[in-house]
């Protein structure tokens, strides 16, 4: 399990919103909204959908009222384009906000570090049922192989999450994700935490992050 679960269990924790890009995207094009058109057209093509386009669908999203208390974000930014423009869109809205600089916290980043061979057991194993039920052919796995324990639905692996797309994704954190890092490092506004340890640890450790990040933001 991996950021999706733990932001899952943040939201829960703290009751505010996880916001996830790939969420957002599929919400846009179901949605037939004009971002989500524009999107559609372009994957439909088999091009990568901008950082413009991306940044204006996760703008729509930070407008929205549940956004208020603070928010989870999963996914986003994943270049440093994408992660310039967050920075400058939250100063944008200080600016146009009556609220005290202090009250708006800025955004911290937390890396969740797993080693490689045990990160893609996690991606290539992962079977998903109709219903959502998340099993993994290494750590979790059915009863019965390619059968729900539930209902006995048939389990499906995700296109995305075969080995050679996972190859792919590594290629692209590296070239791309890696200097959303170095970004939110040199702000020091950046912890790492090991994801191989069992998930309570891992959230306990996130917790302890956000809370240390948190109170050296507001001195």
């Known amino acids: 399990m991996g950021k999706g679960t733990q932001a899952k269990l943040l939201m829960a924790e703290f009751g505010i919103p996880q916001i996830s890009t790939g969420d957002i995207l599929r ?30 669908m996760v703008a729509d999203r930070l407008a929205q009222p549940d956004t208020k208390r603070g928010y989870i974000l999963d996914g986003f930014p994943r ?10 869109h ?12 202090g009250e708006i916290l800025p955004v911290v980043a937390i890396h969740i570090v797993v080693d490689y061979d045990q990160l893609l057991h996690r991606i290539t194993g992962r079977r998903i049922s109709p219903t959502g039920r998340i099993y993994n052919t290494y750590s979790n796995p059915p009863a019965v192989a390619g059968k729900c324990d539930v209902d006995g639905s048939t ?9 050679e797309v996972f190859a792919e994704r590594m290629k692209t954190f590296n070239s791309q994700t890696a200097p959303v ?16 340890q069992p998930v309570e640890k ?9 809370h240390r990040l948190r109170q050296s933001a507001n001195h």
């Open 27 to 56: 919400a846009n094009i179901a949605g037939s909204t004009s971002l989500g058109v524009v999107a559609k057209s372009l994957m439909d093509q088999g091009q990568l959908v901008s950082d413009d386009l991306v940044n204006q």
């Open 79 to 88: 270049t440093l384009n994408q992660a310039v423009w967050l920075d400058e």
């Open 90 to 101: 939250l100063a944008g809205k200080l600016k146009q906000s009556d609220c005290n600089p």
């Open 155 to 163: 389990l499906v692996q995700r296109p995305d999450d075969s080995e």
């Open 181 to 196: 890092i170095e970004h939110y490092r040199g702000r020091g506004r950046f912890v790492e935490v090991d994801g191989d």
């Open 202 to 210: 891992v959230t306990v450790a996130i917790n302890a992050a956000l």
